[in-house]
């Protein structure tokens, strides 16, 4: 096969243009096909605080028939049909990527869009293969560097491929803007390898929250409710919590929240300038890490527990880089009782996000997030109800 290839980007990642890797009849029929016989959704989506309907329609595709959150919507799956099977077929045979997954969106005319994202769920992988196909009206394609600001703009044609992989998730957004100037219909294909058990995702919906410089992926129901209350008040109840006191710009204080360090070998934890002695794992302590180590694949053996007991007490700016954690630690943060917000700042470009933690949710940091990024837990008189928050990490022994 020959195609037309261009690749757009100067670096960091890759995204190869086959201007015409669809024929005009073969692009055609799939268009009118596709249109047709699928059935389309467009679901509400909250922005700003609004409740509205997505500005174009879409539906999901899995060869295992696994649901995938997108846009904060659960997409439930559909089968492939006949034409798109072929498509996928084709761009795996190109891309060299076995697709087993499908987002298809229709944009009616040129009022329908899509804003700046990148296709960086975890379920997607680290360095996803992205094979873009489009059909239909033409449309304009941006990309923009998310730390250089550099943009490339491309017009998509029909039966044009777009494969977009290597680092192009973490550090470029892209968009299909809304214009006037459109007025036909455009269907727009996007294959990719999902990991099998992770669009529907036994422990619920997860997201990869850092856009470069280690990942910091969200698992927002990784615990049931009920589960998440029992551990709360069994931990709550029965920790032995201590409050130790800190030096501030030459002030001693007490610590803003309660807190205790679990360690398997009995070994202490030096942090905030305080040695902490530790403490043995409870049972339930024990089976909330059980169920981290297998998410992670990361053998813990230890846990700074922190109780807050309402919005006065936090975590100020600071990361989980102490020596003992190793180089490029994994450390995985549960949350159980009030939901607070958790903000993670870049040490050199100041970019910052901001994302509430609800009970039962578990937030894995690795790679080289605690290098890059600060976090906190910030203090706020809105919150009047105690959080509870594990985090459990896999110390040096004898650090």
């Given at each position: 096969?020959?195609?037309?290839?261009?690749?757009?980007?100067?670096?960091?990642?890759?995204?190869?243009?086959?201007?015409?890797?669809?024929?005009?009849?073969?692009?055609?029929?799939?268009?009118?096909?596709?249109?047709?016989?699928?059935?389309?959704?467009?679901?509400?989506?909250?922005?700003?605080?609004?409740?509205?309907?997505?500005?174009?329609?879409?539906?999901?595709?899995?060869?295992?028939?696994?649901?995938?959150?997108?846009?904060?919507?659960?997409?439930?799956?559909?089968?492939?049909?006949?034409?798109?099977?072929?498509?996928?077929?084709?761009?795996?045979?190109?891309?060299?990527?076995?697709?087993?997954?499908?987002?298809?969106?229709?944009?009616?005319?040129?009022?329908?869009?899509?804003?700046?994202?990148?296709?960086?769920?975890?379920?997607?992988?680290?360095?996803?293969?992205?094979?873009?196909?489009?059909?239909?009206?033409?449309?304009?394609?941006?990309?923009?560097?998310?730390?250089?600001?550099?943009?490339?703009?491309?017009?998509?044609?029909?039966?044009?491929?777009l494969v977009m992989?290597?680092?192009?998730?973490?550090?470029?957004?892209?968009?299909?803007?809304?214009?006037?100037?459109?007025?036909?219909?455009?269907?727009?294909?996007?294959?990719?390898?999902?990991?099998?058990?992770?669009?529907?995702?036994?422990?619920?919906?997860?997201?990869?929250?850092?856009?470069?410089d280690g990942t910091?992926?969200?698992?927002?129901?990784?615990?049931?409710?009920?589960?998440?209350?029992?551990?709360?008040?069994?931990?709550?109840?029965?920790?032995?919590?201590?409050?130790?006191?800190?030096?501030?710009?030459?002030?001693?204080?007490?610590?803003?929240?309660?807190?205790?360090?679990?360690?398997?070998?009995?070994?202490?934890?030096?942090?905030?300038?305080?040695?902490?002695?530790?403490?043995?794992?409870?049972?339930?302590?024990?089976?909330?890490?059980?169920?981290?180590?297998?998410?992670?694949?990361?053998r813990f053996n230890?846990?700074?527990?922190?109780?807050?007991?309402?919005?006065?007490?936090?975590?100020?700016?600071?990361?989980?880089?102490?020596?003992?954690?190793?180089?490029?630690?994994?450390?995985?943060?549960?949350?159980?009782?009030?939901?607070?917000?958790?903000?993670?700042?870049?040490?050199?470009?100041?970019?910052?996000?901001?994302?509430?933690?609800?009970?039962?949710?578990?937030?894995?940091?690795?790679?080289?997030?605690?290098?890059?990024?600060?976090?906190?837990?910030?203090?706020?008189?809105?919150?009047?109800?105690?959080?509870?928050?594990?985090?459990?990490?896999?110390?040096?022994?004898?650090?």
């Amino acid at each position: 096969m020959h195609f037309v290839k261009n690749q757009l980007l100067p670096f960091d990642g890759t995204a190869i243009l086959f201007e015409n890797f669809l024929t005009a009849d073969f692009a055609a029929q799939a268009f009118d096909e596709i249109k047709n016989k699928n059935k389309w959704e467009q679901p509400e989506i909250t922005i700003f605080g609004n409740t509205v309907r997505e500005p174009r329609l879409s539906t999901w595709h899995n060869e295992l028939g696994e649901g995938y959150k997108y846009s904060g919507v659960m997409r439930h799956a559909q089968p492939f049909s006949e034409t798109l099977s072929e498509i996928r077929n084709r761009c795996a045979e190109v891309a060299n990527t076995p697709f087993n997954s499908a987002l298809v969106n229709l944009y009616r005319n040129g009022q329908d869009g899509m804003g700046w994202h990148s296709d960086n769920e975890a379920c997607n992988g680290p360095e996803p293969t992205i094979a873009s196909v489009s059909l239909g009206a033409t449309r304009r394609f941006d990309m923009r560097h998310r730390k250089t600001g550099e943009t490339i703009k491309i017009q998509l044609e029909s039966g044009s491929l777009l494969v977009m992989a290597g680092k192009s998730q973490q550090y470029w957004v892209h968009q299909v803007a809304k214009t006037k100037r459109v007025h036909e219909p455009r269907i727009n294909l996007t294959f990719r390898r999902v990991i099998e058990g992770c669009a529907c995702n036994l422990y619920g919906v997860n997201v990869q929250l850092l856009p470069f410089d280690g990942t910091a992926i969200l698992f927002e129901n990784f615990l049931t409710a009920d589960f998440a209350a029992q551990a709360f008040d069994e931990i709550k109840n029965e920790n032995k919590w201590e409050q130790p006191e800190i030096t501030i710009f030459g002030n001693t204080v007490l610590e803003p929240r309660l807190s205790t360090w679990h360690n398997e070998l009995g070994e202490g934890y030096k942090y905030s300038g305080v040695m902490r002695h530790a403490q043995p794992f409870s049972k339930m302590l024990g089976e909330i890490r059980d169920r981290c180590v297998e998410v992670t694949d990361t053998r813990f053996n230890s846990a700074l527990v922190n109780l807050y007991r309402n919005g006065q007490d936090g975590m100020g700016w600071h990361s989980d880089n102490e020596a003992c954690n190793g180089p490029e630690p994994t450390i995985a943060s549960v949350s159980l009782g009030a939901t607070r917000r958790f903000d993670m700042r870049h040490r050199k470009t100041g970019e910052t996000i901001k994302i509430q933690l609800e009970s039962g949710s578990l937030l894995v940091m690795a790679g080289k997030s605690q290098q890059y990024w600060v976090h906190q837990v910030a203090k706020t008189k809105r919150v009047h109800e105690p959080r509870i928050n594990l985090t459990f990490r896999r110390v040096i022994e004898s650090l």
